[in-house]
């Protein structure tokens, strides 16, 4: 997709504030740090490909994940993933606290839900947002019938079950020492075996 493209498909594709997020959203925010992504990623923009290049992952899973109303922001000089209820900083130094830090908003519903449709089959959901880029890095969305999203974190939330109705879902959330990730795993799945076709939990060093 070239860029006059983009910017054009994200300009009909405002960001909207959703009924149930109690903060307020800026929506001009979400979309300017989204026109930002673009405009940086199409022109090589070295500070963009420097944040790209920590995340060990090609340049086509950030241009792949940047489709759709959830994407990929620039914004306070750093990567932010974009949801349709909020914009969410990622902080450029691996050591910086906060890891992550809501600009406007927060989430409504896991990251690129919005692409689960009547097409998908599968369902990969991640821990993370970058968990979910690297899904796309790996190529497991390149059946059309596969999308990978993201909890924010573990707090999966049972009003979010129903995106998934239908649906092959496979929870993929870090396989860590303390158990943690794994525990949330097993708290999700349970919230989605009622409306799943199936819930399968998969450690993150193991591919579906």
């Excluded at 990623?41 to 963009?48: I, R, S, V």
């Excluded at 990622?90 to 906060?98: L, Q, T």
């Excluded at 129903?162 to 097993?186: C, H, I, M, N, T």
């Amino acid at each position: 997709m070239g860029r006059g493209v983009w910017r054009r498909v994200h300009s009909r594709c405002p960001a909207r504030a959703a009924a149930t997020v109690s903060k307020p959203v800026d929506a001009d925010l979400i979309d300017r740090a989204r026109l930002e992504f673009s405009d940086r990623f199409w022109m090589g923009d070295t500070t963009l490909s420097d944040c790209i290049e920590s995340l060990s992952l090609p340049r086509e899973a950030f241009r792949w994940a940047a489709w759709g109303r959830s994407g990929l922001g620039w914004e306070q000089g750093s990567l932010c993933y974009a949801y349709p209820s909020g914009l969410k900083w990622r902080n450029p130094s691996p050591d910086g606290k906060p890891r992550f830090r809501w600009l406007t908003g927060t989430a409504a519903s896991p990251w690129r839900a919005d692409l689960i449709g009547r097409n998908t089959r599968k369902v990969i959901l991640t821990e993370g947002e970058s968990d979910a880029l690297a899904i796309i890095a790996a190529g497991l969305e390149n059946d059309w019938q596969t999308v990978a999203c993201a909890s924010p974190g573990t707090s999966f939330q049972a009003r979010w079950a129903g995106l998934f109705a239908g649906k092959d879902v496979v929870v993929w959330f870090d396989d860590e020492p303390s158990r943690a990730g794994a525990r949330a795993a097993e708290r999700t799945a349970a919230v989605l075996h009622p409306v799943a076709a199936s819930v399968r939990l998969t450690p993150n060093h193991y591919r579906p």
